[in-house]
């Protein structure tokens, strides 16, 4: 058995869960985000980062194992001063403020000393003696400049300590002939063949041409294969049957060594390797393996080889194959989507035209029907219940509605497997209801959206908007009737959910109702993750288009986050000051719901509500934000801006009005309210209550006539909020009572 152990730093906040971050200074663990876990109790929560890194280097054995050799927890005072952010201004907290920062003090078994700051996701290294000073370095430069409601979430928990987590994993077993030598090969490959491999898919429902075909190619004499289809469509699965009809097949035949099929990866072959040159000769040491027990090497990626190696495909691991591949001393099947051999072909063509290719074609609607009812059989014998035929159907519907970059049917397949793994557990099969409430768990879409049978009437949806954006009743009606055609199921598929255009003076609620709009199909609480909000303002200069879309070099912002958050809101503000080359970029969003980038990868918007904010046809008006007789016509100043092919693709240009006095009102209640449901009154129990006057003063204060109602925020954070914050700290026996919000003298009072 091999044994990994690594520290975890586990702290309670003030709901009562426990949070575990594993410390992992020198990725040990290659991830892109730090492993996190949350539970009810430390227990369950260390015990998910445990099942974790076992499940890592069983899958991955041939990666490092961690050199901590002894770990500590220790504290330390910083200060930093929070800022308040509105509207790109900057308003400074009247101190500092001093957090008392936990860091994970680690010794590597090289010597090496490191620190971690899990809460805040710092590692570095340091020398003897510097600990300290980064430690105040590297939270300053994180925490300063925020707003007091994160540094807020900085303050010590209510318990915080220090687990080592230990976990065993079997060592790699060598499944070859004995005398056959594989020692390079199983450090960098594992065998195809084994159990353990083969139950990792499913068998390949609806595919059996194509494994009969592939059966073929690969009992040809130097025959190599690639695979290409979408992700999902079954190309592992086809490739491990081929494998078990070929083995069958060579059991019966006099052949000395049976074939093998070995699967690797271009990041698993320079595993480990430090000094140039060594992967060429591993590589050597490979091929020679493979060639003496007439082998077969399969790639995971074949874009992933192509750009593994070197500084560029020429010295890549693929160039290194070809030759060996060219002579015929090495055969290759290998698997990418139609977009990845396009860019293979790009980068290396004559590596690529050494493979015949086979093409995994879509399956047509009545095939995945078909297919999912196979899988639907296999479960219900499985797990010996009868589940609803309508599964499939249900199943098939959202998938291909809201799931555009897999294909049918690893992704439904998949889907159905894990529902029947939580229901067969109490011997009932799931109910057609529940495949709906897990597709609203995993997109974030609410079940009662996606749900046909369910009624949703139109004056609950208009009062939902009403409730939170005051004053804009024409605006409340147009994204009204964009939600009841979704949840219809009208609207257009091959197009985003809606394209709308939000015009009107600043302060007025645009940016609100795009928020309120998340939350509407997104869910509570989402609102940080499903609105992707751009400043079109920074993308008014030549090569704007290209910093959206991403280049060869580098994918763009708008599509690197869309392609994140594929079930989103993408908010476009002050859209008329993008350059007119960003406008031709949407023109084929809008009306094909999907952009390709220069690599020729394909990210689509049709899961997305594109809502676009400008204040054309304002700058007549003076004061901006006060209501005005005349208003102007923004429908005329859109139409004269835009050019009509823009324009036309636009679903609905929604105007908003200057804000009456009685608004301002309502927003200030608003906002007071949303104060009062802060983590620090609701953990004391405290409720906020305020006056009718002290209303009107932070409304009559906080509305300026050239921003509308925007200011209002600051006003209420300094007129409220932080005086609020001193009386609670004064007070810390406050609990379980009323803190009221009086005017005295023409000033703010809070007791």
Known sequence: MKVHKFPVLVWKDV??????????????????????????????????????????????????????????????????????????????????LTLNVTVVDCTHS?????????????????TQGQLRDLVRHYVQRRVSGQPP?????????????????????????????????????????????TKTFKSRFSRPFGRDQSVAELVKRLSGQGSNVLLVGERGSGKTSVLLEAIRKIERQEKSTERPHPRRFWQTRGARIIAGMRYLGEWEERLEQVIEEVSDIQGVLCLESLQEILQTGGRGPESSIA?????????????LIAEATPAELDRSRRLLPEFVDLFGIMPLPEFTTPEAHAVLAEVLGQLNKKHRIEADPAIVGECYRLHK???????????????????????????????????VDKFSVETGLPAHLLRDEEPYPVPEILDFFRTRVIGQEQACQAVTELVSTFKAGLNDPRKPLGVLLFCGPTGVGKTEMAKTLTKCFFGAGTVSERLVRLDMSEYGGPGAAYRLM?????????????RQQPFSVVLLDEVEKAHPDVFDLLLGVFDEGRLTDPWGRVTTFRSTVLVMTSNLGVSALRPVGLAQKGTPSYQAEVMNFFRPEF??????????????????????????????????LDRRGVT?????????????????????????????????????????????????????????????TVY
């Not at 928990?157 to 070859?176: D, G, Q, S």
């Open 15 to 96: 709901a009562g869960f426990y949070t575990a971050s594993l410390v992992d200074a020198e990725g040990a663990v290659e991830i892109l985000v730090p492993v996190v876990s949350y539970a009810k109790t430390s227990r369950e929560a260390v015990s998910q980062i445990k099942q974790y890194i076992t499940w890592y280097y069983t899958k991955n054995p041939w990666a490092e194992a961690p050199s901590v050799s002894s770990s500590k927890m220790v504290s330390y005072k910083v200060k930093v001063r929070p800022e308040f952010q509105l509207n790109g201004r900057v308003f400074p907290y009247e101190r500092n």
């Open 110 to 126: 090289n010597g090496m000393k490191s620190a971690a700051i899990p809460r805040l996701g710092i590692e570095f290294f340091y």
């Open 149 to 193: 409601k994160v540094v807020s979430r900085l303050l010590p928990p209510e318990e915080i300590f220090l687990e080592t987590v230990t976990a065993k994993t079997p060592r790699e077993t060598n499944p070859t002939d004995q005398s056959a030598c594989v020692a390079s090969l199983s450090r960098v490959a594992e065998p195809m063949g």
């Open 319 to 331: 160039a290194f194959l070809m030759p060996y591949v060219e002579r015929g001393e090495l055969v």
């Open 401 to 435: 509605r809201f799931m555009p970059y897999q294909s049918f049917p690893g992704k439904a397949s998949s889907f159905l497997f894990q529902l029947f793994e939580k229901k067969s557990k109490k011997g009932k099969p799931p109910p057609r209801r529940d495949v």
């Open 550 to 562: 991403g280049t060869r070099e580098r994918p763009g912002e708008l599509v690197r986050r869309v």
């Open 647 to 680: 324009f036309n693709r636009i679903d609905s240009v929604v105007s908003f009005h200057p804000l009456e006095p009685q608004h301002i009102l309502e927003i200030a209640a608003l906002e007071l309210k949303a104060l009062g449901g802060r983590e620090g």
């Open 688 to 748: 906020l209550r305020w006056s009718k006057q002290a209303l009107e003063h932070l409304a009559d204060r906080g509305y300026d006539p050239r921003y509308g109602a925007r200011p209002l925020k600051r006003t209420i954070e300094q007129g409220v909020g932080v005086p609020l914050a001193r009386h609670l700290v004064e007070h810390p026996e406050l609990r379980d009572c009323f803190v009221d919000v009086e005017v005295h003298d023409g000033r703010i």
